[in-house]
């Protein structure tokens, strides 16, 4: 009697751990929907702790070329503090699948990141893109 009820302690506990955890994953997802004329971006993003490996920014969804005959191509930015603009590609004339983990050392120490997404013209027109978004760790 005393074995059948620590083992159903303990399975009841541990069930409440691992619904706890998973439930905070899911709320650790934020959705991310940027489009511009000729590009569009349908996804989530989220902070993944430094215990993850990869650990740092992840971001995932769809990069859309919506224009598939204007010969440009799509791309999404992103930016931390001062450093360097990091960049997903995309595929003229296709959809993309990006389930990215952007990794750099700025990244798992900052708690903030801006991003956008362009259509990238050529060089001799400026590319057109949505507003810099500023998105915050919590």
């Not at 799509?74 to 952007?102: A, F, H, N, T």
């Not at 362009?118 to 590319?127: A, E, H, N, T, V």
Request: charged residues 25%; contains cysteine.
């Amino acid at each position: 009697m005393g074995k059948l009820r620590k083992s159903m302690t303990a399975a009841i506990i541990a069930g409440l751990f691992f619904g706890g955890a998973g439930v905070a994953v899911a709320d650790s997802w934020h959705e991310l929907n940027l489009t511009t004329s000729g590009a569009s971006f349908k996804g989530a993003w989220a902070w993944q702790s430094k215990k993850v490996v990869p650990s740092g920014l992840h971001v995932k969804g769809v990069l859309k070329d919506e224009k598939a005959n204007d010969g440009h191509n799509v791309y999404l930015r992103l930016r931390v503090y001062s450093y360097p603009w990091g960049e997903i590609r995309g595929v003229q004339r296709k959809s993309v699948k990006v389930d990215k983990v952007l990794s750099d050392g700025a990244v798992l120490v900052t708690k903030e990141v801006r991003m956008h997404l362009c259509r990238d013209r050529g060089s001799l027109r400026p590319d057109n893109c949505t507003p810099l978004r500023l998105y915050k760790r919590k």
